[in-house]
């Protein structure tokens, strides 16, 4: 694992949880712009109960929203920093690796 995304996730651990969707199911919303990093609001019923956020440039976005003892701007900054050079963050992208390959093994 890269340490930065190693240290992150450790961090994220320390100050609690969060929520990471890799594709869900959400009511419609305004996408965020080409531009990674650009985030636009996911609103249900008036709430703000997380954010649509590009990762990389044109690439499509991620869902992030937040947990137990954690802000939204707290959980993008940890998504964010655990992002190397795929879409997904590191910590997910590995695990969905590591589960894929027990599947084929199964």
């Known amino acids: 694992m890269h340490s930065r995304s190693a240290a992150a996730l450790k961090r994220a651990r320390m100050k609690g949880a969060f929520w990471f969707l890799e594709n869900g199911?959400?009511?419609?919303?305004l996408p965020p712009t080409i531009a990674a990093g650009s985030i636009a609001p996911l609103i249900d019923h008036?709430?703000?109960i997380g954010v649509v956020l590009r990762t990389r440039g044109g690439i499509n976005p991620v869902y992030v929203s937040v947990g137990h003892r954690v802000t939204l701007d707290g959980a993008i900054a940890v998504v964010?920093?655990?992002v190397t050079r795929y879409?997904?963050?590191e910590p997910t992208r590995l695990a969905h690796i590591l589960v894929t390959g027990r599947?084929?093994?199964e």
């Open 80 to 82: 964010l920093s655990c």
């Open 46 to 48: 008036g709430e703000t």
């Open 25 to 29: 199911r959400m009511s419609p919303f």
């Open 103 to 105: 599947r084929r093994d």
């Open 87 to 89: 879409r997904l963050p």
